[in-house]
Nanobody, 120 residues
Framework: QVQLVESGGGWVQAGGSLRLSCAAPGSIFSINAMGWYRQAPGKQREWVAVITTGGVKNYKDSVKGRFTISRDNAINTVYLQLNSLKPEDTAVYYC??????????????WGQGTQVTVSS
């Protein structure tokens, strides 16, 4: 069973920064684009950022210019640098393969996620 482990969340004031990390089995990184998703209270989980195996990146419009995704294949870790945080960024953040349909079809279970709370 594939296990993804997210960490690095916390509480910050608006304008602050956090760096999230996600560790996963090496088998995932070699074949998948990896990404970050988030789920705010009362809302559906949404995609936030993706990085392909070749390093191409893309972001949800609302986080462009503020968030940066990166990956280190040597240690099987994907990161998300969150800068200029806003209260609307408050959510539980998860990592997994992108798109989520690939994650589901390949049996990549969702991890516990890491809570990000931004106060105004």
């Amino acid at each position: 069973q594939v296990q993804l482990v997210e960490s690095g969340g916390g509480w910050v004031q608006a304008g602050g920064s956090l760096r999230l990390s996600c560790a996963a089995p090496g088998s995932i990184f070699s074949i998948n684009a990896m990404g970050w998703y988030r789920q705010a209270p009362g809302k559906q989980r949404e995609w936030v950022a993706v990085i392909t195996t070749g390093g191409v990146k893309n972001y949800k419009d609302s986080v462009k210019g503020r968030f940066t995704i990166s990956r280190d294949n040597a240690i099987n870790t994907v990161y998300l640098q969150l800068n200029s945080l806003k209260p609307e960024d408050t959510a539980v953040y998860y990592c997994n393969a992108v798109p989520h349909t690939v994650a589901t079809s390949r049996g990549y279970n969702w991890g516990q996620g890491t809570q990000v709370t931004v106060s105004s």
